[in-house]
T-cell receptor, first 113, second 117 residues
Framework: GNSVTQMEGPVTLSEEAFLTINCTYTATGYPSLFWYVQYPGEGLQLLLKATKADDKGSNKGFEATYRKETTSFHLEKGSVQVSDSAVYFCALSGVDSNYQLIWGAGTKLIIKP | NAGVTQTPKFRVLKTGQSMTLLCAQDMNHEYMYWYRQDPGMGLRLIHYSVGEGTTAKGEVPDGYNVSRLKKQNFLLGLESAAPSQTSVYFC????????????????FGPGTRLTVT
């Protein structure tokens, strides 16, 4: 079946550091891939998405590239800020399941000034 | 445009009590979802609906019931609350269809923090 695996957190970085949060998936065909972010005390909101292989999703300085050959969708940012502290979720929508998203466990990111 | 709203924001129940959580969306979305979020366990799908009058079980449906009498509303009921149902509950909605890539993105409400003592 479909599944998503994220790197465990928390991930602690200093401000202006480079960020990578790993996400790999298992799915048949070409799923759509998403990154969601949850700020403290809030609901989840879509950060970026990619719907086909080699697509790059980007938003707010974050990027992720849909790599079919490595079944990965790693989240990156060149210079993080304290305001990026949040929980990040990777998710996929399989071609055989139009109703549901398959979620990773989430990775907590802590940015220290 | 309020998006997805949830009522109430906080609630404390005693074991055995019942309550209903209300979710409303003003985006004319077909699909709606109820999740629970527990520390270290990510999101788990409780129930979902693919249209007015329809509901289906998700990953953890036991102890919950749902109804979708109107397209814009999705209600989650707890008939007899248990301490194991202490959690943060999120509602989400999504437009239907998605083409070859599957589902379009989901839009989330702010959550309801429920404590059962």
């Amino acid at each position: 079946g479909n599944s998503v695996t994220q790197m465990e957190g928390p991930v602690t970085l200093s401000e202006e550091a480079f960020l990578t949060i790993n996400c790999t998936y298992t799915a048949t065909g070409y799923p759509s891939l998403f990154w969601y972010v949850q700020y403290p005390g809030e609901g989840l909101q879509l950060l970026l998405k990619a719907t086909k292989a080699d697509d790059k999703g980007s938003n707010k300085g974050f990027e992720a590239t849909y790599r079919k050959e490595t079944t990965s969708f790693h989240l990156e940012k060149g210079s993080v800020q304290v305001s990026d502290s949040a929980v990040y979720f990777c998710a996929l929508s399989g071609v055989d399941s139009n109703y549901q998203l398959i979620w990773g466990a989430g990775t907590k990111l802590i940015i220290k000034p | 445009n309020a998006g997805v709203t949830q009522t109430p924001k906080f609630r404390v129940l005693k074991t055995g009590q019942s309550m209903t959580l209300l979710c409303a969306q003003d985006m004319n979305h077909e699909y709606m979802y109820w999740y629970r979020q527990d520390p270290g366990m990510g999101l788990r799908l409780i129930h979902y609906s693919v249209g007015e009058g329809t509901t289906a079980k998700g990953e953890v449906p036991d102890g919950y019931n749902v109804s979708r009498l109107k397209k814009q509303n999705f209600l989650l009921g707890l008939e007899s609350a248990a301490p194991s149902q202490t959690s943060v509950y999120f509602c989400a909605s999504s437009p239907s269809g998605g083409g070859a890539g599957g589902l379009r993105e989901q839009y989330f409400g702010p959550g309801t923090r429920l404590t059962v003592t």
